[in-house]
């Protein structure tokens, strides 16, 4: 059983940063693969990052592609979303997931991929 507890979300104006922190609890944190996703008020969730376990191989949306940067460390049971010139339209609720992997490369673009997921952290970007 894994428990995810997201922090860091907040209001923010339009160009600053946040960065975004997932705690873990439970064993072999070191072999889930995480992400990050958002979900807009009345749109679907999206994805936005991932990382592998090993943290070698990581992705992002393209909407977020050279602003965002997610990142593990393994030894603190935690996953980071660092997000750079923020826009409005990054306004979201900000999801962590988790999955076992047995790939040290694996990555997961879709929330049904995840098992576990945490409770988000609300991220509001003021223009």
């Known amino acids: 059983q894994v428990q995810l507890v997201e922090s860091g979300g907040g209001l923010v104006q339009a160009g600053g940063s946040l960065r975004l922190s997932c705690a873990a609890s439970?064993?072999?944190?070191?072999?889930?693969?995480m992400g990050w996703f958002r979900q807009a008020p009345g749109k679907e969730r999206e994805f936005v990052a991932a990382i592998s376990w090993s943290g070698g191989s990581t992705d992002y949306a393209d909407s977020v592609k050279g602003r965002f940067t997610i990142s593990r460390d393994n030894a603190k049971n935690t996953v980071y979303l660092q997000m750079n010139s923020l826009k409005p339209e990054d306004t979201a609720v900000y999801y962590c997931?988790?999955?076992?992997?047995?790939?040290?490369?694996?990555?997961?673009?879709?929330?049904?991929?995840?098992?576990?997921w945490g409770q988000g952290t609300q991220v509001t970007v003021a223009s």
């Open positions: 439970g064993r072999f944190f070191s072999s889930y693969a």
């Open positions: 997931a988790a999955v076992w992997a047995s790939s040290r490369t694996t990555v997961l673009y879709t929330p049904r991929d995840y098992y576990y």
